[in-house]
């Protein structure tokens, strides 16, 4: 298997595999025949597909989608990975009964061919990146110590690594800037763009629209009941059987919070990344959506 490691230049002896398949890289322990394998998987007219770069909401949007779909607050008995089209084979994904909820991480290119061709619907989610380097920094840490006690690296190296685009599935930056390019390209494929702010600032109503998007027939009053039960307290106390768990924490359900890259970031972090946000992030639609308030609290 083609494995690379990545080490933060402050810490060498700090080896982070990863896998690399066709310049992008993913984590260690996925499959490169899957990878090598996602663009022929099978889609059927009623799919839906999540994408989103890491930590950007997925696993709560999967929730909220598969209750819409399935017209019902009960949680889905499973988890997002379960149809995670990077890491899950096409045998397995094909398997799996209507509705399905497809999700990853991948760019616009790496689709399977089939979500174009049938014109399945699609969620592309977006998340503040200072935010989702945080996010994911914790997620990794939890991870480190989930796994063997190991102990990873100091955020400021850790950040560093994310903004040059060396850990997996590469630079948030030329991930979003790759799906805002396809959908000018694709303007009548049915994708919707939801902010994780938004979801966080008024989740009725994004879960209204998300519910008007996929073309379901439930009511406002039922959105709500959507919201509450996928609230981040709910979802941490309904999944903890069937995800990883540490000193009684769940390790993929964090905080849920807007902003909490400010007790993380200094003001020379902080000054750093405007300037390769605005180097960047200056030709895109989504340039001033993450720009401001770049002071530290």
């Not at 949680?75 to 990975?81: E, I, N, R």
């Not at 307290?233 to 903890?240: A, F, L, T, V």
Request: include cysteine.
């Amino acid at each position: 298997m083609p494995k690379v490691n990545v080490s933060p230049k402050n810490f060498p002896e700090l080896a982070i595999p990863l896998l690399e398949v066709d310049s992008m890289r993913y984590p260690f322990f996925y499959s490169e025949d899957v990878i090598r394998n996602m663009s022929e998987v099978t889609c059927w007219d009623d799919d839906v597909m999540i994408c989103g770069y890491m930590r950007s909401g997925t696993h709560w949007c999967y929730e909220i989608l598969n209750m819409l779909l399935n017209k019902s607050t009960e949680t889905v008995p499973h988890t997002k990975h379960d149809l995670h089209v990077e890491k899950v084979n096409s045998k397995t994904l094909e398997a799996r009964t209507s509705p399905r909820v497809f999700n990853g991480h991948m760019q616009f290119c790496r689709l399977p061919k089939q979500v174009m061709e049938k014109r399945v619907k699609v969620i592309y989610l977006l998340r503040d990146p200072r935010d989702v380097a945080v996010s994911w920094y914790q997620l990794m840490e939890k991870n480190f110590r989930y796994r063997g006690g190991l102990t990873i690296c100091p955020f400021p190296d850790w950040l560093k690594l994310f903004m040059d685009g060396e850990l997996e599935w590469g630079s948030w930056f030329d991930h979003v800037k790759s799906w805002e390019q396809a959908m000018l390209q694709h303007q009548h494929h049915p994708i919707l763009v939801v902010h994780y702010e938004d979801l966080i600032s008024d989740p009725r109503g994004e879960i209204i629209r998300m519910n008007r998007f996929l073309g379901m027939d439930a009511d406002d009053e039922f959105c709500g009941q959507v919201a509450a039960a996928c609230h981040i307290s709910n979802m941490k106390k309904n999944k903890y059987n069937i995800t990883e768990v540490l000193n009684g924490e769940s390790v993929n359900y964090n905080k849920g919070q807007v902003g909490s890259w400010r007790a993380w970031f200094t003001r020379e972090m902080s000054d750093h990344f405007n300037q390769v946000y605005h180097k960047k992030m200056r030709y895109s639609r989504f340039h001033s959506k993450y720009i401001r308030g770049g002071g530290v609290a």
